[in-house]
């Protein structure tokens, strides 16, 4: 499981995700992404076009991350979801509470409008 960061603007941060949300890749990343998810005011897009696999524990870590951020004046929102994986998303019924974009620009303007 690989995380990459970056920072598209002051208080936009991507977090882009690369392999399998599952026990193993979870405990690969789970500290850094909670630690990137830190702050007050945070507007955070990630990035799942890498991801192949979404297990309960990813979802857990993705919905605890996104209330930790709200709880801060913050968002976060999701991009890109391969079909298999944002068939779980929604079917969870994360979508009601960690809005889905299909494209970079959409998920900018909703962090920030």
Do not use: W
């Not at 193993?24 to 007050?40: D, H, K, M, P």
């Not at 005011?41 to 979404?54: E, T």
């Not at 976060?76 to 979508?95: A, F, H, Q, Y």
């Not at 509470?97 to 303007?109: K, Q």
């Amino acid at each position: 499981m690989e995380l990459q960061y970056s920072e598209i603007e002051k208080n936009i941060k991507l977090l882009r995700l690369i392999g399998r949300l599952d026990i193993l890749g979870v405990g690969a990343i789970e500290t850094e992404f909670s630690e990137y998810c830190s702050g007050e005011n945070l507007r955070i897009i990630v990035d799942l076009s890498g991801i192949d696999f979404l297990a309960s524990i990813g979802i857990r870590l993705l919905t605890r991350n996104a209330k930790s951020v709200a709880s801060r004046n913050g968002r976060m929102v999701l991009l890109n979801p391969k079909p298999d994986v944002r068939e779980v998303l929604e079917i969870t019924g994360i979508s009601a509470f960690i809005p889905i974009h299909d494209g970079l620009e959409a998920a900018r303007a909703a962090l920030v409008g």
